[in-house]
Nanobody, 123 residues
Framework: VRLVESGGGLVQTGGSLRLSCPAS????????IGWFRQAPGKEREGVSW????????YYADSVKGRFTISRDNAKNTVYLEMNSLKPEDTAIYYC?????????????????WGQGTRVTVSS
């Protein structure tokens, strides 16, 4: 079972990044997916969530209108499109999957995690 995030990097304020998280060793369509982030010195926080079919999504207020979560079950991959990035978006971003998680469940309710990809937004 493996999740490997990619797509992070250094970007200026107002820029965009697209994070990808392909899954291997299991079928992603059986899982709801969450994106979390952890900034230095802060707790891990939920950013976005998508249900198994992709028909329902959730966004934290801090990213609503700027981030878009999507999934391609045929490619066994989940994405996080991030636009209008701000310095406060700087963090390590993680994707996680859980068979029974809802949009409001904390990070430790998820079943599997990736290693994270670093996003740095310069001012």
């Amino acid at each position: 079972v493996r999740l490997v995030e990619s797509g992070g990097g250094l970007v200026q304020t107002g820029g965009s990044l697209r994070l990808s998280c392909p899954a291997s060793g299991f079928t992603l369509e059986h899982y709801a997916i969450g994106w979390f982030r952890q900034a230095p010195g802060k707790e891990r926080e939920g950013v976005s969530w998508i249900n198994k079919s992709g028909g329902s999504t959730y966004y934290a207020d801090s990213v609503k209108g700027r981030f878009t979560i999507s999934r391609d079950n045929a490619k066994n991959t989940v994405y996080l499109e991030m636009n209008s990035l701000k310095p406060e978006d700087t963090a390590i971003y993680y994707c996680a999957v859980g068979m029974a998680v809802t949009a409001w469940d904390p990070w430790d309710e998820y079943d599997y995690w990736g290693q994270g990809t670093r996003v740095t937004v310069s001012s």
